[in-house]
């Protein structure tokens, strides 16, 4: 280990020598200083003053290339933060060497003493500059004796990783993926400052940007908000001198080391290893998302975040290069295993490819149906896929960015994939429709059209019954409600926004729950029109509309009703059914996907505003439905005062609430956090308020986390400390993340879902910001606070 004199120097300038001197004897025993005419090679390295990196040969995984890269020093982790060859290794250190020429030019020689990698940098007086490794990660060549004339750095030549203090621009500046975990030469992606100059960070692969930290205006610097609100990271700057511009940051936080890298994923991740910690964990993403990354899966491939692996060639494709494929690098894409006829005679055929999001790039074609669609891709060799839905589209070249979507997801489409007909499988033909089936479909569609509007007739004028709307939405009479609850006489609960009844329908007596509705002035037209909105939302982890109910100034809505009632009736009172914390871990987990659903896969998104244990109910089998979702466009504005001065929500309610800023989803996020904290304790957050902050369940929490404590001794005690301390761990870190201050600083819903599922990690939390000021200033805390005794349906 270290660096050797590779000429014998007779005339070393007597300061280089005192330096050296000084180097050598005077600290930790490790170089990290290399001197102009000396190199390293084999296992010698370069050591950081106080130790934090490391520099010299290594080989990344199993692979039998060598790089000279910069990598932390702490024993077990060789996270490599810059490599200088990314794209030219060599394959024995031994006979290769890293010189820093005479003329400051650091070079790396390959076995056959050829220069493969050169800094290109010259100092403009011979023997002068030294090489030097410094705790920041940086390596500078600079002027052996004024530190301030640095004519060559690391920093300016980033890879993938964004260390405190370095650099993030253009040109030079760019960081980009290793290809993949084996191979750092670049990825397609990159992690860049915007090109107009405009003072945001953007992720791109150079044809699309798929991630932009926001613009910000200010005139003097610029800050990036949503890794500036970081726990982590302190801030971050805009510099533009001369003709370079780029963002740098500070890690003030002592005890911890950070590091951002844009990942083989094509994701910026922010990493964090506290003092004691034994690995990096993964503490900010974006996109969130996989899928989301553009063209993540290559060309021709399909992109489903709900399978592994996420990505899979389209049928009749197989990957390019299997290899790098295996290794998760997809750039390459997919490849046809047998090529398109594109005959006259036509032998390729269409392949269905069913509930996908569409590929980019497409071309809109007039055309009159989906049939003429199909036959003028056919027509044309370069059409190789088409779609039709409205309207006609046709792809050429490759296809790009296809996403799975799920069952629920109700905004798939399908997509025609022209193959060779040698690759069909007989299932998925796209046959050619002859014209007697068209006449066929025309006669069963007049059919039941006759009979629709026989059945429509019958009822309106004969029957008198309710009125079936479509996804049968049913419309009731304010009698037959009447006679459904018995006059309104079993109430289940009562909320700020009415009052909740258990009725049963006829024919079968099938259980329902109808809600009264008051404040509402809303017309009639406008309360048809929302509620069938609402209507049509439909999910397992949502509480189902049956229909409603509008008769003058009356109005009801029916839902299904839930056998075990609401979740704050099992949790906090003391029945005798306690729910187990397997229970407990389902409950969140779909109320978690409720709320992903609402958010992000409906049409519409859809701010429930009102998450709380007693909007959440359970059915037999004890699975969670969200209750009273969509309310808050029904009551329209009144609802923002109904809410913050509803008792039993205030406990719920996001800073944003309060404040009066806009609400966005992340208000849910806040309020799903408060209810994680309940399903762990059993006992209402605000009601422990009442004594002394340490009380606070959210604040011991974030305690015992912090101090790595026994988390199982906080769980509610009627568990017996019976609850799979990893869930545990995953409730209380999200729990915490959820109640950030700031509502960029909370997960979306579905990173809540992917992280509670195990597919995602967080392994530091951030302290609430909110829970450090309560502890600052107690009397805020009244806005947390509320009275015991509180329900509302
Ligand atoms: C540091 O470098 C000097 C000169 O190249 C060498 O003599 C010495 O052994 C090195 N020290 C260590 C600890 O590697
Ligand atoms: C630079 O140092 C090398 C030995 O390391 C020596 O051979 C050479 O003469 C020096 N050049 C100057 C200009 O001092
Ligand atoms: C540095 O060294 C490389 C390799 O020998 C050479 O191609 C390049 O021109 C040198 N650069 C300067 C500025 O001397
Ligand atoms: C060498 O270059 C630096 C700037 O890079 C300059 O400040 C210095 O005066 C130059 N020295 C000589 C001797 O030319
Ligand atoms: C962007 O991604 C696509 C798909 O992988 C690729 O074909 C294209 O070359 C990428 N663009 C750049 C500039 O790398
Ligand atoms: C942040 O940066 C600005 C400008 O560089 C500096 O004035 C300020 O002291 C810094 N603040 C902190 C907390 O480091
Ligand atoms: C800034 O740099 C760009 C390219 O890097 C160059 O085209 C331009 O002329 C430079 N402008 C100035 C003022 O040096
Ligand atoms: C075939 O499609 C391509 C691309 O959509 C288009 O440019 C070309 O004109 C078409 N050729 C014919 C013969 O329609």
Known sequence: MGVSSKNHCVSHSVLILLLMFIHVYGSTGYNSTIFAGQSLNGNQKLTSPREVFEMGFFTPGNSLNYYIGIWYKKPGDKTVVWVANREQPVSDPSFSALELLENGNLTLLSESKTAIWSSNSKSNVSNSTIGMLLDSGNFVVRDALDSSLVIWQSFD?????WLPGGKVGYNKLIHRPWRNPQNPAPGIFSFQLDQNERKNLLLWNGSKMYWTSGYWTGTIFSFVPEIQLNQYVTNVTYVSIKNESYFTYDATYSDALTRFMIDTTGQLKQYVRGKDFGRWNLYWMRPSEQCEVYAFCGSFSKCNLYDTPLCVCLEGFEPKRRNDW?????????????PLQCTSGGNDRFMTISNVRLPLNSESLEVRNGEECRLACLSNCSCIAYAHDDQCFTWKGNLLNIKQLTASERVGKYLYLRVAASDLTETKVVKRKTPWIVLVLVIVGLFSLLIVVAVFVKRRYFVGESEILEDSLV???????????????????????????KGSLPPNSTAVAVKTLNSMNQG????????????????VN????????????KRFLVYDYMPNGSLDSLLFQSSITVLDWRVRYQIAIGTAKGLCYLHEECRDCIIHCDVKPENILLDAEYNPKLADFGLAKLIGRDFSRVLTTMRGTRGYLAPEWISGEAITPKADVFSYGMLLFELISG?????????????????????????????????????????DIQELTTACKVACWCIQDYEKNRPSMSFVVQTLMGFAEISVFPVPMFIQRLRGRPLEAVNYYQPKSSGSG
């Open 542 to 553: 949502l509480v189902r509309l049956r229909g409603f109910c509008t008769e003058g100034s």
């Open 475 to 501: 419309v009731f009479r304010s009698r037959d409600l009447k006679a459904a609850t018995r006059n309104f006489s079993e109430k289940l609960g009562e909320g700020g926004f009415g009052s909740v009844f």
């Open 683 to 723: 006992r209402r957050n605000s009601e422990l308020l009442e004594d002394e902050m340490e009380h606070y369940f959210p604040n011991r929490v974030s305690n015992s986390l912090q101090k790595g404590e026994d988390i199982l001794a906080l769980v509610d005690c009627r568990l017996e400390g019976n609850a």
């Open 157 to 161: 030549h980033p890879t993938d990783t």
């Open 524 to 539: 009639e037209k406008q309360f048809r029109t929302e509620v069938m909105t609402i209507g049509t939302i439909q999910h």
């Open 326 to 338: 295996e290794l998760g690098d997809h750039s390459d894409g997919c490849v046809r295993k047998t």
